[in-house]
């Protein structure tokens, strides 16, 4: 805590003069505020040549303002100096004599600085710059007391807050600037600031890796702690633009000024941050070693909770020295230059620095008063050092070093503000061998660089370490990596910094992030990454569904309706699978749907196979009894040509039902429709003609009969021949003008594709199906009318049963085939076929096969109708 401790010193000293004078002044004692202004000494740093870089440099990290009825008199006393700070204004006067040592660099001509401190603070930063410019310690705009004193340029400030005026100043003057800290967005802009440069680039592209980096480890839902200042509320802005885009939410946000002395501010961002759901809080604005001391009565509040530090926060990371438990387990952005000046020129110089080779720097003597704890010469700091150090005290000597105080070997530190100097000394010497510039007024001239030098310093080009060509983009903007780093207190309550990643702004978008999560030490107790969701990840096969009135970030999570996906985690919507694909079980992936047909292995198919065959034997075999049988009386009785071509018919019928089973396509289509629609019109027709002869028959037997002369074949083969005709008519229209034909039916049953047949035409269907249960009405009739005719073998009850059956199978058949798909329709179709044709088979055969062969005595004339008529062939 010593460092803490020393950032107050100049305060104090500041305070006690102010206190000694304060009785004085309430009488008016103009003596004491002379003392004070004649013992006040400003930060100048001054260093001839021909050429002239300024600077304003933020050292000091406070000003303190003290006013008094003093005409002319407002004092700004620059005070927190930090020793790491101190380390810009070496790297400014290292890169001031590497290039004077150059010949190579400005020949004949030397470089010389002018270096004033900002303190942080805009007011005192402006003051900066009309001093240098007028060359007195009172500035005086628009004067100078200098003469023909050629500045080329100014190099800072470290902070936008003081770097926006400095460049407002310099475009009215004309004069390049190049920032080596300053983010501000605004100064991107080359209308309003067309001198500004800067080694670095804007928060637009640190918030761009900030909101990458929380989709990286999913944080979705993050609070924000930010600086009531207009830095702290214009990074805010852009910083919730960013994560809007990424679809990250914001649960809180709490600004915080440089002293809250408040208990009551305290107790509700206490009752905030614990009452919070997230784990991740985001520092953005400009920090300060003031703002750290806010956080003194905030530790607990930041126990488990994961800070993320911007840029503007990480690249003062002297703050992070005073409170290293809230820290700790940190992750932070820094701009990385690369450009490297860790080189044993550079640390000799470093070590050079020392009070005893530098009496008049009295920045260094304070540094050295505060970090070594050694008497200053000047009498009244060391009484205020006395009471603060009691006996710590000593005599400085010159072993005293200033490299760790330096950060030599810090990894946060890069030589922004050496590498501006460089970039324009470059474009110094650009511009000195440049032909156009040749045959210009002597360049001695103080506005000589003015108006010019910023056309020179946006083609600069340089090299990294990497040998990589760089210059400033449209923007005056360097480009560059933002590395990624873990801040850890270890157990010398010393800040560790490792190195996580980068972030490459020029790669790829799936490349510009790489960063080893696994070297990451967490705050969180199990060592994992911590927890920054409203609501769980939604997992593929599930979407979001907003809550209402809830912020984006914090949803349920509901499963993907029938037929869609979803892949991703957190989706937004669920994707339709395509025609033949569906979801497999857990609705991520869109697999083939299942092909649904009857095929020749279903249980069900080997089932009417085998009746089929079995009946289609058993037909076969009726036929060798007819065949063996055909000149005896029940064989010819009813005309035997017709029970051939019945026979003939049923058989075909039984072989139709192969067509039904196996995978549908165009031809099987087609043929099974018409084949049982054509061979069950023939063997209905034959069944017709059948109960027409047994009518005609019984007419004729009556003497002088006219009904005699239609005896014979030629009426039962017109009969079959007129009604079969029609059916194939019927068939061939159907052919012709919309066949059968295969389709895929992907919509009846989810996931699955029925294939199967589409009649093409349903008239042409319900036609045959139709016409098919006319002919069996029709022979119905007859059948059932000429059932009671005497004879001792009267056909045509058994023509009646078998039509009754017939016609009951197909009546039924319809609404079972109507309200069936896919394979359970192909089943209803060849269940009608089979027991249709099984009942005429067994209505009509089966009772003359069982007098054939066992009541033989029964097949004689002699039981026939009375005058024995026999009308067979």
């Not at 310690?137 to 770097?163: H, Q």
């Not at 230059?337 to 044993?344: A, F, G, I, R, V």
């Not at 150090?389 to 950060?407: E, P, R, V, W």
């Not at 990589?468 to 207190?489: A, P, Q, R």
């Amino acid at each position: 805590m010593l460092g803490a401790v020393a950032f107050l010193i100049r305060i104090y000293l500041t305070a006690l003069r102010a206190i000694s004078c304060d009785s004085q002044i309430q009488t008016k004692s103009l003596a004491c505020q002379l003392e004070i202004i004649k013992t006040y000494e400003d930060y100048e740093y001054i260093k001839e040549g021909d050429i002239i870089i300024a600077g304003v440099l933020t050292v000091n990290t406070l000003m303190v303002s003290l006013s008094y009825p003093i005409e002319f008199y407002d004092i700004m006393i620059c005070v927190g100096v930090l020793a790491k700070n101190y380390r810009q204004f070496v790297d400014f006067r290292f890169a001031v004599e590497q290039i004077n040592n150059n010949s190579a660099k400005l020949p004949n001509l030397t470089l010389g600085y002018h270096i004033y401190d900002s303190c942080g603070d805009p007011r005192k930063a402006v003051r900066s710059v009309l001093q240098i410019l007028s060359g007195t310690r009172e500035p005086v705009p628009n004067y100078s007391c200098v003469g023909k004193r050629n500045i080329a340029g100014f190099i800072g400030d470290a902070a936008s807050e003081t770097t926006v005026p400095i460049a407002q100043i310099l475009n009215v003057y004309g004069y390049a600037q190049i920032s080596y800290g300053a983010t501000d967005p605004s100064l991107s802009d080359r209308i309003s600031f067309p001198y500004f440069f800067r080694t670095l680039q804007s928060d637009h592209s640190h918030y761009l890796a900030l909101s990458k980096l929380l989709r990286y480890f999913e944080w979705t839902w993050i609070g924000i702690i930010t600086f009531d200042d207009d830095s702290g509320e214009k990074e805010f802005q852009l910083l919730t633009n960013y994560l809007s885009m990424e679809g990250i939410c914001v649960e809180f946000t709490i600004k915080i000024g440089n002293y809250v002395d408040n208990i009551a501010m305290y107790e509700i961002y206490s009752e905030i941050i614990q009452k919070s759901s997230t784990s991740v809080i985001i520092l953005c604005g400009t920090a300060s070693v003031n703002f750290a001391e806010t956080f003194r009565n905030m530790t607990d509040m930041f126990l488990t909770k994961t800070l993320i530090v911007s840029s503007t926060v990480a690249a003062n990371h002297n703050s992070m020295d005073y409170y290293l438990e809230i820290f700790h387990g940190s992750l932070g952005f820094v701009q990385h230059s690369e450009y490297s000046l860790d080189t044993p020129e550079m640390r000799s110089f470093v070590e050079s620095f020392h009070p005893l080779r530098y009496p008049d720097d009295k920045l260094l003597e304070d540094i050295w008063m505060q970090c070594h704890l050694c008497l200053s010469e000047d009498p009244s700091k060391n009484d205020l050092h006395e009471k603060l150090y009691a006996s710590k005290l000593h005599n400085c000597t010159g072993q005293d070093n200033i490299t760790n105080l330096l950060g030599i070997e810090s990894k946060l530190h890069f030589p922004h503000v050496h590498f501006a100097v460089r970039i324009m000394s470059g474009a110094l010497h650009e511009m000195q061998n440049s032909p156009s510039e040749q045959t210009t007024e002597n360049n001695t001239n103080g506005h000589y660089y003015k108006y010019k030098l910023h056309r020179y310093l946006k083609n600069i080009r340089y090299k990294t370490i990497q040998n990589k060509t760089k210059i400033f983009n449209e923007n005056g903007e360097l480009i560059g990596e933002y590395l990624i780093y873990n801040y850890i207190m270890d157990p010398g309550s010393q800040i560790i910094v490792n190195y996580l990643g980068v972030f490459n702004p020029w790669a790829p978008s799936d490349w510009k992030l790489e960063i080893l999560s696994s070297d990451i030490r967490w705050k969180t107790s199990d060592g994992k990454i911590p927890r920054a969701q409203c609501s769980d990840n939604c997992p593929p096969g599930f979407r979001k569904a907003t809550k209402p009135g809830a912020q984006s970030c914090c949803y349920d999570c509901v499963p993907c309706p029938a037929g869609d996906i979803s892949t991703t985690i957190d989706s937004e919507i669920c994707t339709r699978c395509p025609d033949k694909e569906w979801p497999n079980e857990n609705k991520n992936q869109c697999i083939t749907k299942t092909e649904e047909f009857l095929t020749f292995d279903n249980n069900m198919s080997l089932i009417f196979l085998s009746i089929s065959v079995l009946i289609f034997l058993v037909t076969l075999l009726i036929l060798g009894v007819f065949i063996t049988y055909q000149d005896t009386p029940i064989v010819r009785a009813n005309n035997r040509s017709l029970s051939f071509l019945l026979l003939v018919s049923i058989k075909l019928s039984f072989l139709s039902v192969f067509l039904f089973l196996g995978r549908p396509v165009d031809i099987t289509c087609m043929l099974r429709i018409i084949t049982f629609g054509i061979t069950f019109s023939i063997a209905v027709s034959s069944l017709l003609a059948k109960t027409i002869m047994v009518c005609v028959a019984f007419k004729a037997t009556k003497p002088g009969s006219s009904w005699r002369k239609w005896l014979g074949v030629k009426l039962s083969n017109s009969v079959v021949l007129f009604c079969s005709s029609i059916q194939i008519i019927i068939c061939m229209t159907w052919l012709a003008i919309s066949p059968p034909f295969q389709e895929l039916d992907i919509h009846t049953s989810p996931g699955t594709i029925i294939i199967q047949c589409n009649e093409g035409s349903a008239i042409g269907f319900y036609s045959v199906i139709g016409y098919m249960g006319l002919l069996a009405a029709v022979s119905f009739v007859l059948a059932f009318l000429a059932r009671s005719l005497p004879d001792s073998f009267n056909e045509a009850k058994y023509i009646t049963f078998s039509m009754l059956l017939f016609c009951s199978v197909w009546i039924t058949m319809i609404p079972a085939y109507l309200s069936t798909k896919g394979k359970n329709t192909v089943c209803v179709e060849i269940f009608a076929i089979i027991t249709s044709s099984a009942g005429l088979l067994a209505c009509i055969f089966l009772p003359k096969c069982y007098i054939i062969l066992f009541r033989p005595e029964m097949n004689t004339k002699s039981h026939l109708l009375g005058n024995r008529i026999e009308y067979a062939v």
